[in-house]
């Protein structure tokens, strides 16, 4: 009996699903992901972290070592990226603002390219979820339901960990990722733009028990840190870190490694979505003229700075990683060490897709860097947290100015983990004007005034998504 070369059939078939679309703009797969701090193989933030996939992805095109978000927060991250706008001048600052009420659909990612003629699809999280608007998108998976629950101890206070005895597809994420398998398993007759939300490693920290048997207790490190290390913190940086919180219950419970395992754990787990989401990508028509971004929307505090969480403007709240692949443009195992914010990825995407960038968009493309990651770039992170409060990221040096005139000033590459504030040494006065150029000007009121930072339904939507 005669064998048939079924890789050349499959090639052949996969060539002729894309070839029948007229419109040769390229496809985008947008990957966001929730809380995912530096703790990436590629990236170096931990060196017990276990990401093959995400690694993978970052060899295929161009990784960023030097990212970082708008805001360190869900809410405001998500809409400054998603709108161009960031919360400087939209009003959007926490996590229970009603973003929809301040940016119109007109102004967002998805419309700008649903008016070019891509057909957009979603599942997951992109916007917080509080407050979704999903008429931008032509199709949302509708819910991916809920996570199981562990049965006994959850954690430490706030903090919740603790493994699950339960399969990989129980969770939300197999459901969302099997989502976007199936869309790349389907024949398009316009570009599209599927948009990806993973949940994990967000908090609770549960997931089947194989990923933390991943990472055993016993060889659990935790994360570079001093105990004095707020002692030359301002007091607005003290107030956001809140060492009396989480940080006091984490060290008088002892169990500060399960929490680091339960971190470790949530972002194996979420490395194998991505696993998955990658093969799919690679089996489907779609492989080879699909723009790839992925990007996580803010760091996360493991006890560094005596502080737990995102809500702050120091490196470990801020850097996330930014992975792009674009057919024709990246090049295989790129490395970039320009600074760049996440509201470069707005503009980047209508650059190169042939849309048009919105007037109102407030990032530059990084196009160029994309194809020369040595290319000029003089721009910057901005990272903005509540009114009036910014970070000024640099190749070398962190700048903070809090709202009411505190300082803070580091060299990071003397000083990576930024132990020294230098704000006060006279030496550095030069520096500190050279970065306060880049300060946002404008400055839009919190549009849920009634909530100010502080306020009880503050505190509670910081406890949330």
Request: net charge negative.
């Amino acid at each position: 009996m005669k064998s048939f070369n079924w890789a050349f059939v499959a090639g052949l078939a996969l060539a002729t699903a894309a070839e029948a679309r007229a419109d040769d703009r390229p496809n985008v797969l947008f990957i966001a992901v929730d809380d995912l701090n530096d703790w990436v193989g590629y990236l170096g933030g931990n060196r017990q972290t276990a990401t093959p996939n995400i690694d993978r992805l970052a060899a295929r095109g161009v990784r960023f070592t030097r990212s970082y978000c708008a805001a360190p927060v869900c809410n405001p991250s998500r809409a400054a990226l998603m709108s161009g706008l960031r919360p400087s001048t939209s009003g959007v600052y926490e996590n229970d603002d009603d973003w929809r009420t301040a940016i119109a659909p007109e102004l967002t990612l998805p419309t700008a390219f649903r008016k070019a003629g891509y057909t957009i699809h979603g599942a997951g999280k992109i916007y917080h979820e509080s407050y979704g608007r999903r008429t931008e998108w032509n199709e949302y998976l509708p819910t991916a339901g809920q996570d199981p629950k562990p049965t006994g101890d959850t954690g430490v206070g706030g903090i919740k960990f603790a493994p699950l005895d339960c399969k990989d597809e129980d969770l939300r994420e197999w459901k969302i990722v099997d989502y976007a398998i199936d869309q790349l398993g389907q024949k398009h007759d316009k570009p599209f733009l599927l948009t990806v939300g993973l949940h994990k490693p967000h908090m609770p920290w549960n997931v089947p028990r194989k990923y933390y048997d991943q990472h055993p207790l016993e060889s659990i490190e935790l994360p570079p840190h001093r105990p004095d290390d707020l002692n030359d913190v301002p007091p607005a940086g003290v107030q956001m870190a809140k060492p009396e919180g989480d940080h006091k219950a984490m060290l008088e419970s002892g169990r500060w490694k399960e929490a680091v395992q339960g971190y470790l754990a949530a972002i194996s787990y979420c490395d194998a979505m991505i696993g998955r989401l990658l093969d799919g990508l690679d089996r489907s028509a779609y492989r080879d003229d699909t723009v790839i971004v992925f990007w996580g929307d803010h760091g996360w505090h493991l006890g560094e700075k005596s502080h737990w969480r995102k809500f702050a403007l120091w490196e470990e709240a801020t850097r996330a990683p930014l992975i792009w692949v674009a057919p024709g443009v990246t090049k295989p195992g790129t490395v970039c060490e320009r600074t760049v914010d996440f509201m470069t990825i707005f503009p980047t995407l209508t650059d190169l897709c042939g849309v048009p960038t919105p007037k109102h968009v407030e990032g530059k493309s990084i196009r160029s860097l994309l194809v020369d990651p040595k290319a000029p770039w003089d721009q910057p992170a901005v990272t903005t947290h509540r009114f009036k409060n910014h970070a000024v990221r640099s190749e070398d040096w962190r700048y903070i100015r809090y709202e009411n005139g505190d300082e803070e000033l580091y060299d990071e590459k003397a000083d990576p983990y930024e132990w020294v504030n230098l704000a006060n040494d006279p030496k550095y006065a030069s520096k500190k004007v050279e970065l306060a150029k880049w300060l946002p000007t404008s400055n839009h009121p919190d549009i849920n005034p009634t909530g100010r930072p502080g306020a009880a339904a503050k505190t509670a939507a910081r406890a949330g998504e």
